[in-house]
């Protein structure tokens, strides 16, 4: 998490997308101290920085293999003859982007079969729930 939050800390203060000047070191260290004991503040802040839940465009990517994410999170829908699988689902707003996603690209969101994901992060698995209740899919 120490890490994460100095990731978070540098994008908020050294790439003026907080909109304010840089500050000094103390209060750099402190900002970082808060954002390590406060995951929820460091997700709020991460999921707006890194536009998380900001709505994206999905596009064909090869073959059978499509981008069904947001602007800060990828996530992947991969037709198959079986049905579709989604890989990722960002943070749980992400459901119903990525079901208006799957429509968008001509696929029914209840033709879902599995939701894979790489690690249980809210940020990787946020929208699984939303996705298995619409289709059944089985999490894997």
Do not use: C
Not at 73 to 102: D, F, H, N, Q, R
Request: charged content about 20%; aromatic content about 8%; overall charge positive.
């Amino acid at each position: 998490m120490r890490v994460l939050s100095f990731l978070l800390l540098q994008i908020l203060l050294f790439t003026n997308l907080s909109g304010q000047a840089p500050v000094d070191q103390a209060k750099k260290e402190a900002l970082q101290d808060t954002l390590v004991k406060d995951p929820v503040l460091f997700l709020k802040l991460a999921s707006r920085q890194l536009k998380w839940e900001e709505p994206a465009v999905p596009v064909h990517i090869a073959g059978p293999i499509y981008f069904v994410g947001t602007k800060g999170l990828a996530s992947y829908l991969i037709k198959t003859s079986k049905g579709l699988i989604v890989l990722y689902t960002g943070m749980p707003s992400s459901g119903p982007m990525i079901e208006k996603s799957i429509s968008a690209l001509g696929f029914n969101p209840k033709d879902i079969k599995l939701l894979l994901t790489g690690h249980a992060h809210s940020d990787h698995i946020g929208g699984h729930k939303y996705l298995q209740e619409i289709s059944g899919a089985k999490v894997v």
